[in-house]
């Protein structure tokens, strides 16, 4: 299974960029997918998605998983960023009957693809 992040870049606070996850190897929609983040000197931590599609307190409102099971692809809209949105973001899939927010629940993980939000 591979998973392909891409979409970061830089962006000022106030704008928005969508990340995308290509998935191949696998029957796509049996994934649990979601979103951690991981900023400089900080743990990776859960943003968006899971089995229930649940969202980091931090990022509610202001960002929504999607995916489009034929195009085997998740999307992460990001909008009304801030500047402590910056890290590098990472997509993760899960074949776990119920996926949550937990890093170990899932099993593949994505290269990552840096966000940039400058004030």
């Known amino acids: 299974v591979q998973l392909q992040a891409s979409g970061g870049g830089l962006v000022q606070a106030g704008g928005s960029l969508r990340l995308s996850c290509a998935v191949s190897?696998?029957?796509?929609?049996?994934?649990?997918m979601a979103w951690f983040r991981q900023a400089p000197g900080k743990e990776r931590e859960f943003v968006a998605g899971?089995?229930?599609?649940d969202y980091a307190d931090s990022v509610k409102g202001r960002f929504t998983i999607s995916r489009d099971n034929a195009k085997n692809t998740v999307y992460l809209q990001m909008n009304s960023l801030k500047p402590e949105d910056t890290a590098v973001y990472y997509c993760?899939?899960?074949?776990?009957?119920?996926?949550?927010?937990?890093?170990?629940?899932?099993?593949?993980w994505g290269q990552g693809t840096l966000v940039t939000v400058s004030s």
């Open positions: 899971g089995s229930m599609i």
């Open positions: 190897g696998r029957t796509f929609s049996r994934f649990g």
């Open positions: 993760a899939a899960s074949l776990t009957v119920v996926a949550g927010t937990r890093h170990d629940d899932y099993d593949y």
